[in-house]
């Protein structure tokens, strides 16, 4: 069966960061509990000694991960569903998997919107079926909800 497979989104706590205000942030993006979700915290050591958290939710069921990824593109502006779509092909690798970068700093504020900074939540998607499926899915997908569904908001 083809279609996604499977959803991680990460993000990383800085030791000048409030952890919770981070979690809130993740939280107000994807659901971080439910039967078929993972979320495990590991702290790393930085560049110049600082602990460095990151936290990734994983979901490894491909019918939660689709409904979540869904859920995430339709909390996006339409410029910026519209922005994905023009850049769709240099957000599929080989394997199939769409990268997407939301703001931190927006959904801490309860908007999803995409960041191509550094301070973000990564979000990769898995595909079962090859690159150019894939991208064909995506872009349905993204097409679907820019002509169907308005703005939130």
Same mark, same amino acid.
Do not use: C
């Given at each position: 069966?083809? =279609?996604?497979?499977? @959803?991680?989104?990460?993000?990383?706590?800085?030791? $000048?960061?409030?952890?919770? %205000?981070?979690?809130?942030?993740?939280? !107000?993006?994807?659901?971080?509990? =439910? &039967?078929?979700?993972?979320?495990?915290?590991?702290?790393?050591?930085?560049?110049?000694?600082?602990?460095?958290?990151?936290? $990734?939710?994983?979901?490894?069921?491909?019918? $939660?991960?689709?409904?979540?990824?869904?859920?995430? @593109?339709?909390? @996006?502006?339409?410029?910026?569903?519209?922005?994905?779509?023009? $850049?769709?092909?240099?957000?599929?690798?080989? !394997?199939?998997?769409?990268?997407?970068?939301?703001?931190?700093?927006?959904?801490?504020?309860?908007?999803?919107?995409?960041?191509?900074?550094?301070?973000?939540?990564?979000?990769?998607?898995?595909?079962?079926?090859?690159?150019? %499926?894939?991208?064909?899915?995506?872009?349905?997908?993204? %097409?679907?909800?820019?002509? &169907? %569904?308005?703005?939130? &908001?």
């Amino acid at each position: 069966m083809m =279609g996604v497979s499977w @959803l991680e989104a990460r993000v990383s706590v800085h030791a $000048t960061e409030d952890r919770e %205000k981070v979690v809130r942030a993740l939280s !107000n993006i994807l659901p971080l509990s =439910g &039967g078929k979700i993972e979320v495990v915290e590991d702290v790393f050591e930085g560049h110049y000694g600082n602990q460095i958290r990151v936290i $990734t939710v994983r979901i490894k069921d491909g019918r $939660t991960a689709s409904k979540v990824l869904e859920d995430i @593109l339709s909390k @996006l502006p339409s410029h910026d569903r519209r922005y994905l779509l023009e $850049t769709l092909e240099e957000r599929v690798d080989k !394997n199939g998997v769409l990268y997407i970068r939301v703001s931190k700093q927006d959904a801490y504020l309860g908007e999803a919107r995409i960041y191509e900074g550094d301070d973000v939540i990564r979000i990769a998607v898995g595909f079962q079926g090859g690159r150019r %499926k894939a991208v064909s899915f995506y872009r349905e997908l993204l %097409k679907r909800l820019l002509e &169907g %569904k308005a703005d939130r &908001g």
